[in-house]
Nanobody
Framework: HVQLVESGGGSVQTGGSVRLSCTASGFTYSTYCMGWFRQAPGKEREGVAAIDTDGDISVPDSMKGRFTISFDNAKKTLYLQINNVKPEDAAMYYC???????????????????WGQGTQVTVS
């Protein structure tokens, strides 16, 4: 079965950078949509970015500018680079995945069947 394991979180200084990783295993299909989400205490979960098998990226307008999503297919690892970290970036970050046919729109607004346990980012 599909497993997603996030890592790379921790304490980051305001203005600094951090790269989160999500290692995927159990994929038996070749086409998918993967995304990063975050949830701060007392707030709803929000989508950060999504990427599909072809490398097409979708980023909500509210997240454009400081977040970069990428996927290393050889390593089956999803990344999220956060630059110029701000206090409001403090949250639990989750990666998610969904098996989709090639060509299907991949955005954070779609449903995702598989979720990781999350990695915490704190901002000092």
């Amino acid at each position: 079965h599909v497993q997603l394991v996030e890592s790379g979180g921790g304490s980051v200084q305001t203005g600094g950078s951090v790269r989160l990783s999500c290692t995927a295993s159990g994929f038996t299909y070749s086409t998918y949509c993967m995304g990063w989400f975050r949830q701060a205490p007392g707030k709803e979960r929000e989508g950060v970015a999504a990427i599909d098998t072809d490398g097409d990226i979708s980023v909500p307008d509210s997240m454009k500018g400081r977040f970069t999503i990428s996927f290393d297919n050889a390593k089956k690892t999803l990344y999220l680079q956060i630059n110029n970290v701000k206090p409001e970036d403090a949250a639990m970050y989750y990666c998610a995945a969904e098996i989709v046919p090639r060509g299907i729109l991949c955005t954070v607004d779609r449903g995702f069947a598989y979720w990781g346990q999350g990695t915490q980012v704190t901002v000092s």
